[in-house]
């Protein structure tokens, strides 16, 4: 984003601004969290088809392999979903905000360039973080796809075996 130019805004231009940015700003991070709580009951479900997988193996039941599988590589993909690895949050440091760059404004210059700055902070921070959650989405879709593919075929296996054992 290009630096605010204070002098083509009212401060109640700049306060509007910075107004609906907050608002933007809260619901991106809303979304962020929503979806690192879906990977969350994701992650636990898939993590029980794992587990009943493996036992299955264990037992040499081999054709639960691919559900063990589809599970492991489910995993791989939702695993950074569960712990984003950089989240901006709104707002600023008093130590940023307190600063001699602004010690050249005076009554509402100073409140304008604190706006401007501040609206400046969220745009940067809102594009990482829309970022990061369109990245989530991306891991959260290929990890179900993968695991209702391995579903899939671990039901035509299993329908294939179920035939195969009924008495001709």
Do not use: C, W
């Amino acid at each position: 984003m290009e630096k605010i130019k204070i002098e083509n805004h009212t401060k109640f231009s700049l306060e509007l601004i910075f107004s609906e940015a907050d608002k933007m700003a809260t619901h991106i991070l809303n979304s962020i969290s929503e979806n690192r709580n879906k990977s969350f009951l994701l992650f636990a479900f898939i993590t029980s088809i794992f587990s009943y997988s493996f036992i299955k193996i264990i037992e040499l039941e081999f054709y639960y392999i691919i559900l063990l599988a589809g599970s492991i590589i489910s995993l791989l993909f939702l695993r950074k979903n569960l712990f984003p690895q950089k989240i901006s949050f709104n707002g600023a440091l008093p130590e940023n905000m307190i600063n001699s760059y602004f010690d050249s404004f005076k009554d509402e210059e100073l409140d304008k360039e604190y706006l401007a700055t501040q609206i400046e902070s969220y745009n940067n921070a809102m594009n990482r973080n829309r970022e990061q959650m369109s990245k989530m989405v991306d891991r959260f879709k290929k990890s179900a796809i993968i695991l209702l593919v391995s579903f899939l075929l671990f039901g035509l296996i299993f329908l294939f075996i179920f035939i195969e054992s009924l008495p001709s």
